[in-house]
T-cell receptor, first 120, second 107 residues
Framework: EVQLVESGGGLVKPGGSLRVSCAAS????????MTWVRQAPGKGLEWVSF????????YYADSVKGRFTISRDNAKNSLFLQMNSLRAEDTAVYFC?????????????WGQGTLITVSS | EIVLTQSPGTLSLSPGERATLSCRAS???????LAWYQQKPGQAPRLLIY???SRATGIPDRFSGSGSGTDFTLTISRLEPEDFAVYYC????????FGQGTKVEIK
């Protein structure tokens, strides 16, 4: 069974940093691209970042470019998002999501999300 | 950046009725990279449709997707009680974007 479990959320002050993780199981992690998607309270979904299976391709939303860094450790089946210079508008539930393989070019599995609150 | 605009914002329907949700892109999107998701309160999104018209694993056949270019549609043929939720379209290439969502609520 495919499982994605995020961790590392919490309360952080504006300007602070936080690293969230996503532990993957039930599939060959190194074969799949991954993304981070966030959802501010009561709002819609916002794509944050994409990383290909071997980390060759990495993309960011303009709203986080230069502040957030996506990475992965295929040996440990883990995905990460390092968030620096956090702002109040970064407050959201952060989901990791797998990108389907081949023709299933979409986020076919999602974690339950981890809440990050940026507030003084 | 490609902007996806979903309409209507809210759809008020009764169980058994047909729901038609629209997703319009600001520029042409490859059908291979257009997906639809369902999200219920407190839950992660669930993939319904990928490549504009292919149902994901386990998705009932009352859900169907269509469209090409800049206009895409998600249709729920007969609403079941569990279908009342928020629906998002998504496109991706070098940049990924979601529509703002359509809420399907019980009339």
């Amino acid at each position: 069974e495919v499982q994605l479990v995020e961790s590392g959320g919490g309360l952080v002050k504006p300007g602070g940093s936080l690293r969230v993780s996503c532990a993957a199981s039930g599939f060959t992690f190194s074969d799949f691209s991954m993304t981070w998607v966030r959802q501010a309270p009561g709002k819609g979904l916002e794509w944050v970042s994409f990383i290909s299976s071997t980390s060759i391709y990495i993309y960011y939303a303009d709203s986080v470019k230069g502040r957030f860094t996506i990475s992965r450790d295929n040996a440990k089946n883990s995905l990460f998002l390092q968030m620096n210079s956090l702002r109040a508008e970064d407050t959201a539930v952060y989901f990791c999501a797998r990108v389907g393989w081949g023709v299933v070019a979409a986020n076919d599995y999602w974690g339950q999300g981890t809440l990050i609150t940026v507030s003084s | 950046e490609i902007v996806l605009t979903q309409s209507p914002g809210t759809l008020s329907l009764s169980p058994g009725e047909r729901a038609t949700l629209s997703c319009r892109a600001s520029q042409s999107v490859s059908s291979s990279f257009l997906a639809w998701y369902q999200q219920k309160p407190g839950q992660a999104p669930r993939l319904l449709i990928y490549a504009a018209s292919s149902r994901a694993t386990g998705i009932p056949d009352r859900f169907s997707g269509s469209g090409s270019g800049t206009d895409f549609t998600l249709t729920i043929s007969r609403l079941e009680p569990e279908d009342f939720a928020v629906y998002y379209c998504q496109q991706f290439g070098r940049s990924w974007t979601f529509g703002q969502g359509t809420k399907v609520e019980i009339k």
